[in-house]
């Protein structure tokens, strides 16, 4: 498989969908892109024709707001047509402004964040039981870590050593308003994983997709919940934005933006 | 059926009750927040994963809950009714909006506990009618707590079971079959409705006022039964609702939107006024005098709604509301 292809077609969509509506998360579904195509494309063993196929991988979006990153995945990945992708925000459409379990292929309905993970651990504790071998995946972001659930849900996860859980945080260093670690210092991030008892890594090229499928193929350790912090860009690949760390665009802003983006991508 | 009270602790009852489901069903599961007695203790027991402790975290329970209920257990969680609003937004979000079949029952709800005011709850009924796609039951004594639980247990969708913390005064002899709504006692004066508590509290006013009431125990408070309450309540024309829980949200409110809505008619309250309840010991006699939820307010209100006005002056210094004696 073509990922370049696939991650051109992805951002691609993402522009579309931002352009469709008038309004969107930008800024996280442009870091986690790659994050989400690493997972759908690579890692996670996922069947898009039979998505509640009870063997399959589970893949969690803990902050759902990145959802012109997941509907382009989702789409690519062929849960659903693209020529779906007007309904998007529609009154009545089962495709919403969080993403929920409603479109094919999301296995969690969030919203408030902090409770992906959780939901995760639930998914993860509940394949051990039943002894099952597949995997989850929660996909979380930075800021979500000030989350207080968060951290229940690490040291829920390690004692109940779940190593069939792995979740990725999409570290692009800006939450709404402003700087992530000034707003509520996260540091060391690393090492507060790993003292909750995650085996951690962190990878400096957060936007590229075989870093982060590198890094989910790596972990060594038994009994260990896994944890990688993926250094991303936010807004990456639209510069007016990304300097802007935006975390919505509308308006002429999102007119300029998705041309500079678009721009951009097809001279990659 | 008031000649002697006997108490039960509606507690007991759903302890008993989950243990004896789960023996049956190898899909439930026990999630505690530091919670539980002997369910606790059977579920540990048990091993292979069923009790699902997560330590002090009660915002982790809900959803980890919500988690196993998505792959196809049915997770029972127990904790103070106090911690519902710990707990809401993950109620909400993740075990409400896809509805989950996640029983939650909660204990020390009401005015009753030594914990005071952070911990008597009486606002859990408001909180929880507000949630789509939730079931909501209010036991009425130890053995109808048994009804209840099972009830729950047979539903496939999220459900909340309302316990009070102390023992209760047993107003069933044995387990009753389940009903949402209950004619307790036949009477044409007034239609009592009460829930939990108080439908011992409208009996023994009943008995000790000579009212002739129509007492209703409501034990489903959503879906509301509407039907059901209409044809009761059009039996006397006039309504009185009782619980021991806030007068705002509770079945109280839910009752007059249905009059309103549908055959008006008069209707009066009893329920606590919008406070924070303080600590209080077992042994205190006239908890629910203090919180003008007794028998005596029950007896006050029948009187005002019917229009009775030949009750002595001294009546109520003439038997002690508590036992009934």
Known sequence: MDLDLVEKNCTSSIFDLLELHGIGHSGGSLSVLQVLISLYFEIANVDSTNPKWPQRDRIVLSKAHATEAMYAVLAEKGYFEKTRFGEYLRLGSDIQGHVEISTPGVEYSGGALGQGITFACGLAYAAKMRQETHKIYAVLGDGECHEGSVWEAAMFASHYKLDNLFIVIDNNHYADHGDVDEMMNLQPFEERWEAFGWETKFIEEGNKVSSISDALRGFEKADKPKCVIANTVKNYGVPMWEEKHLHQVAGDLLTEGVKQGRRLLHAR | ?325
């Open chain 2, 1 to 325: 059926m008031l000649d002697k009270i006997e108490l039960g602790k509606m507690r007991e009852a759903y302890a008993d009750t989950v243990i004896e489901l789960a023996k049956t069903d190898p899909d439930i599961v026990f999630v505690s927040v530091d919670c539980g007695s002997h369910e606790r203790e059977f579920f540990r027991k048990e091993g292979k994963g069923r009790l699902i402790e997560v330590g002090i975290a009660e915002a982790n329970s809900a959803v980890v809950a919500a988690g196993m209920a998505s792959e196809g257990f049915k997770p029972h969680v127990l904790n103070f009714a106090y911690l519902i609003e710990r707990m809401y937004n993950q109620i909400s979000q993740s075990i409400a909006q896809d509805s989950y079949d996640v029983k939650i029952a909660a204990y020390y709800a009401g005015i009753w506990g030594i914990g005071g005011r952070s911990h008597n709850c009486i606002i859990d009924l408001s909180m929880m009618r507000a949630l789509p796609n939730f079931t909501i039951f209010t036991p009425a004594d130890y053995w109808e707590t048994k009804a209840i639980v099972k009830k729950a247990n047979s539903i496939n969708t999220p459900t909340y079971v309302r316990l009070s913390g102390v023992p209760t005064p047993q107003v069933f002899e044995k387990e009753p079959d389940f009903s949402p709504v209950r004619v307790m006692e036949n009477g044409d004066s007034c239609t009592i409705f009460c829930h939990g508590t108080m439908v011992h509290e409208s009996l023994m006013a009943n008995k000790l006022g000579d009212l002739n009431a129509h007492i209703v125990n409501v034990s489903q408070i959503k879906p509301l039964p509407k039907q059901e309450i209409l044809k009761e309540a059009r039996k006397t024309g006039k309504v009185i609702v009782v619980e021991e829980h806030s007068k705002i949200g509770g079945l109280a409110e839910a009752i007059s939107s249905l009059i309103i809505e549908n055959e008006p008619m008069p209707m009066k309250a009893i329920g606590v006024d919008d406070i924070y309840p303080l600590s209080v010991l077992m042994e205190e006699p006239d908890v629910y005098k203090y919180y003008g939820i007794s028998s005596e307010d029950i007896i006050k209100t029948v009187d005002s709604i019917t229009g009775y006005e030949n009750r002595p002056a001294n009546f109520f210094s003439s038997y002690n509301s508590n036992t009934g004696d």
